[in-house]
């Protein structure tokens, strides 16, 4: 709290300029003093005197002119402190005053003090809500500047996407006409393809009646061929007859897992393969005939370390020429027999029961053309 207090105080100023004028004539005095016996010391002497007389009148002269000059400075002095003491004097009435206002100020300084302290708290209430202010707009102008470099790069992938549609617009306008040349080609050739075609059908037709005509041939023997099978091998349930085939279980022929005959399977093919020598010298020379011997398995997987083959595939196969293997030595022709190996994907039967998958382990025959 600023608290001020002026001490009241005498006045000495006039009793100090009465003092330095005192102070003033006996400098003066002094001063004559001196001059005066420095003067009479010079003009007697001798020697001396003549020029001293003239020293000391010329001296006289300027101590003359400095005491007028003195006199003046004096008055001008005692102007100079009148002057100031007036000048004190305002200012001493001044003080008094200023130190009545002070007196009056005193009182409200406190209210001013607690009225600057509120300023002070709301200024800095101010202050923390700028703060808050500049942060939130230094957040949107960050997040403008990502916007704005964001807004750059779609812009330059736009142009991007752009110049490569055009470029492919170029690309396909350039394949369109390469199209259109090779579609007016196309359409050139297969008028002349259509011509082709027609001479094609002629001869296809053509050969397809002969084809029809020897397999009508061919299927006049298929009813005897498969009857004398039957008769040769009498009713026994493992040979069967479907459509144009003759299916013979491979059981009677293979045991589980082997691609080797068994003893009751060589008879059997020995009957077969009679059969097959008395067809040969039934059916024409001009009929190109062929007995296909088709190896078929179950599904069960082989196990894996077997010796000699590594799938059904292979073991139906296996099983396919062996079969035509022991037709050859009964004395069938080798260039009548055609052995293939379907393994386990053409069953006759789909369930995973014995029986059904008995009936999928088979050799199939059948009598066709080449």
Do not use: C
Not at 60 to 80: F, G, P, Y
Not at 281 to 293: A, E, G, L, M
Not at 302 to 322: F, I, K, P, Q
Not at 331 to 352: C, E, K, Q, W, Y
């Amino acid at each position: 709290m600023l608290n001020i207090r002026f001490r009241e105080k005498t006045n000495t100023w006039p009793a100090f300029v009465d003092l330095f004028s005192n102070l003033v004539i006996i400098l003066i005095f002094l001063l004559i003093v001196f001059v005066f016996l420095w003067t009479t010391t010079s003009v007697f002497n001798k020697d001396t005197g003549a020029k001293t007389v003239a020293d000391l009148r010329r001296t006289n002269e300027e101590q003359a002119q400095k005491i007028v000059q003195m006199t003046a400075d004096e008055e001008e002095a005692k102007r100079l402190l009148v002057l100031a003491r007036t000048e004190l004097e305002n200012l001493s009435a001044n003080n008094d005053a200023l130190a009545t206002e002070l007196e009056q100020v005193d009182v409200s300084v406190e209210e001013l003090v607690a009225e600057y302290e509120a300023q002070v708290a709301e200024l800095q209430s101010q202050g923390a809500d700028l703060q808050a202010q500049v942060a939130n707009l230094t957040t949107q102008l960050n997040q403008a500047t990502l916007d704005k470099q964001r807004t750059a790069e779609l812009e330059q992938e736009r142009r991007a996407l752009q110049e490569q549609m055009a470029a492919q617009r170029a690309s396909l306008a350039e394949q369109l006409n390469k199209l259109q040349a090779a579609l007016d080609a196309a359409e050139e050739e297969s008028h002349q393809k259509d011509i082709q075609y027609v001479e094609m059908s002629t001869r296809l037709n053509k050969a397809l009646a002969d084809k029809v005509a020897e397999l009508n041939d061919v299927a006049q023997y298929q009813s005897a061929f498969y009857k004398a099978i039957k008769d040769a091998l009498g009713d026994d349930n493992f040979i069967t007859t479907e459509g144009d085939r003759f299916i013979v279980s491979s059981d009677i022929l293979f045991s589980s897992g082997s691609y080797t005959l068994s003893p009751e399977g060589k008879n059997q093919l020995r009957l077969i393969a009679n059969v097959i020598k008395d067809l040969e010298n039934k059916i024409p020379t001009n009929i190109d005939w062929i007995i296909r011997v088709d190896g078929h398995t179950d599904r069960k997987q082989v196990m894996r370390g077997t010796r000699g083959y590594s799938n059904n595939m292979e073991l139906s196969l296996l099983r396919a020429n062996a079969v035509v293997d022991e037709l050859a030595r009964d004395g069938v022709s080798r260039r009548r027999l055609v052995p293939s190996g379907f393994g386990d994907l053409h069953p006759v039967a789909l369930g995973t029961d014995a029986s059904s998958l008995q009936q999928n382990r088979r050799i199939e025959l059948q009598l066709t053309n080449r």
